[in-house]
């Protein structure tokens, strides 16, 4: 069997095991929920030593085996939780993520894994050694199957509910009762006290006193419901394991998969038993969909310019009809390339506990808002922008705690992750309850470096933001692990804003500050306002649009020598396009039109010749001439086929 076609599978399951194992390991270190992510965690080690052991990785599975095998110590109770065991899992879960990414790129043997290996092996070894001087003997633990077998008459029955299953405690109760029906159950582990006070975790067994045959038994109290596997019968005799050997049969499991078609296989439907629903897609077939309903996009806009100018009503009925099935078309592609903002968000408590770590800082991490959905390219494009900000906050904005309690705060900080749907776009924002931005500090060190004016005497918001998010400018008195190169905001500013969405910081200083990631939901089609400066025609994303206002004379106006617009009560700087791309050829003939944008809490009019009306378009991305304004955000191509620019409306507030 050629193991490399399964590789990305491997990969893709490997991740979200790894990621459960670095959730269920800050609830460990804080103590949050008993027992249980100690069993999270061996669960996902065990299915990756099972995964990584078929696929013939040896250096991924023997990590896996040595870890999984200290877990069960955690488990049975002889080897205690402390900041030592817990320093080892934390660095035994970054070497796991690194060797499954080696594995299936080639590069990664026993050697790399060697001494993690070891350490787990002499701790795993000191456990048992304690254990044995405290009871006289070593505690027989087969497989994942860890309780202890009851004592009574009757043959022994062992099961385990699917994890996660609600209500466990009435599921329990269900396959008791259900036993009962087949014979006298003598005794369960643990007692039935406990397993109606969901005192387990997901395991437990009985002991059935039956005239039917094991066969007859386990077929029974596996239709009772949310059971994930029943094993009956008396424990075997243990088994020696070689601990740098494991052995599968890829014989047989070659056989398997050449049974399977190509195509997905649907198993005949049983009565009771609910279908697959959802199958795995390779993202590249996904990203070939977006770029084929693109161009049917600017297709179908040219289809309409033709049917406009046609007066065959059949052939207009039928654009009509093809525009609509297109419009439907784009929405189910993209709708199905949306996912929830935890995929990217699940690895930063793990990223901030380090963090804090590193600098001897107490916080306390929040994400909220993780369902939110956001175009699968923009998701992975913002998380390193993330990083950028959470570790900025750790270093930079919260205080050590003794000066937390100084200033009468709780010694641990707060710091926050959230997304939330903002119309059309999503918002991405990281709080902190830290010291803030020091404007004056940011003051001095510009006009040090010359950046703005010395007899300037404070900064506003947006002076702040183009100040801190400039290549190379830090206030920071030395370079840490984590921040002080002067690359973080500015990093995040340039990111975010290729990606056509928009960075905003506010800060007081004492309180926190607070970063908001503005971004479109997708990268690739954008609703948007045609405009046009003589025979150009300019692209505002709906967004950023408020409303269009016809310029008259009577609402303009002039305040401390600079144009601005009255609009019902409020003043809004007026920004006329026509200078700003210093368009050279013919003044607009007729009245121009107003696009009142919006960013924020900020607002401006925007002066154009005229509006051409609303389209969806296709966003490509293009590099802008070095040392320009960074004015655009993409370019588009229209239905008549001509190019057209798209306004990144953050750089005109």
Do not use: C
């Amino acid at each position: 069997m050629d193991s490399s076609q399964y590789a990305e599978l491997f990969l893709t399951e490997s991740r979200e095991h790894v990621s459960a194992i670095n959730h269920s390991l800050l609830e460990l270190e804080r103590g949050a929920g008993g027992t249980e992510p100690v069993g999270s965690i061996f669960r996902s080690v065990h299915t990756i030593k099972g995964m990584s052991a078929t696929m013939g990785y040896t250096a991924v599975a023997t990590l896996s085996h040595e870890l999984e095998t200290l877990l069960d110590g955690v488990r049975r109770g002889v080897r205690i939780v402390d900041a030592t065991l817990m320093e080892l899992l934390f660095q035994s879960a970054d070497v796991l993520e690194n060797a499954i990414e080696g594995a299936v790129q080639g590069r990664v043997d026993a050697h790399d894994v060697g001494p993690i290996v070891a350490r787990l092996r002499a701790e795993g070894v000191r456990g048992e050694e304690v254990a044995r001087r405290s009871t006289g003997a070593f505690t027989a633990v087969e497989d994942a199957w860890t309780m202890s077998a009851p004592r009574g008459d009757g043959m022994l029955v062992r099961v385990r509910l699917v994890q996660g299953t609600p209500l466990k405690a009435v599921r329990a109760f269900i396959v008791v009762q259900t036993a009962k029906s087949l014979g006298e159950v003598t005794v369960t582990s643990p007692a039935l006290d406990a397993l109606q006070a969901d005192d387990f975790d997901h395991e437990f067994a009985l002991r059935l006193v039956t005239s039917r045959s094991l066969a007859d038994v386990e077929a029974v109290l596996r239709k009772a419901g949310d059971v994930d596997d029943v094993r009956v019968g008396e424990d075997e005799a243990p088994q020696v394991v070689q601990r740098q050997t494991i052995e599968f049969n890829v014989a047989e499991l070659a056989g398997l998969m050449d049974e399977v078609p190509a195509s997905v296989a649907v198993p005949t439907a049983q009565p009771g038993v609910r279908q697959q629903r959802s199958v795995r897609i390779d993202l590249r077939r996904l990203d070939n969909l977006m770029n084929l309903i693109g161009e049917l996009v600017i297709t179908r806009g040219r289809l309409n310019q033709l049917a406009g100018t046609s007066d065959d009503p059949a052939l207009v009925e039928a654009v009509g009809q093809t525009s609509r099935l297109v419009a439907d078309l784009q929405d189910e592609i993209m709708t199905s390339r949306m996912v929830p903002v935890w995929q990217v968000f699940y690895r930063f408590p793990r990223l901030v506990r380090d963090a804090a770590r590193s600098v001897e800082k107490e916080v306390v991490f929040a994400i909220e808002g993780k369902e939110v959905e956001l175009d699968r390219s923009m998701l992975e494009e913002v998380g390193d922008p993330i990083v950028h900000l959470l570790r900025n906050a750790v270093d930079h904005g919260i205080e050590q705690p003794a000066e937390r309690v100084a200033k009468g705060k709780p010694a641990a900080g707060r710091l926050t992750l959230s997304a939330l749907r903002d119309r059309s776009a999503v918002a991405i924002r990281v709080s902190d309850d830290g010291r803030g931005i020091d404007r004056a500090k940011v003051l001095s060190r510009a006009q040090e470096n010359g950046l703005i004016d010395a007899t300037k005497t404070e900064l506003s918001d947006d002076e702040l933001v183009k100040l801190i998010a400039r290549a190379g400018f830090s206030t920071a008195e030395k370079v840490t692990d984590l921040s002080g190169r002067g690359v973080g905001v500015d990093a995040v500013y340039n990111r975010v804003r290729s990606l056509g969405g928009s960075v905003d910081i506010r800060s007081v200083q004492g309180e926190g500050t607070t970063v908001t990631l503005r971004l479109p939901l997708t990268l690739a089609i954008v609703r948007s306002l045609l405009a046009r400066i003589g025979d150009e025609t300019y692209a505002v994303p709906m967004t950023h649009v408020s409303e269009t206002v016809e310029l008259r004379p009577a609402i303009v106006r002039s305040l401390q020598g600079r144009e601005v617009l009255m609009l019902r009560d409020e003043v809004l700087p007026l920004v006329r396009l026509r200078q700003i791309v210093e368009f050279s050829g013919e003044p607009a003939r007729g009245r121009e039109q107003v696009i009142v944008v919006e960013l924020a809490e900020r607002r401006a009019a925007l002066v154009v010749d005229a509006l051409i009306g609303q389209q969806e378009i296709v966003v490509k991305q293009f590099d802008g001439v070095q040392d320009a304004r960074a004015l655009f955000g993409g370019a588009t191509i229209l239905g008549d086929g001509a190019p057209a620019l798209i306004l990144d409306v953050s750089s005109l507030l």
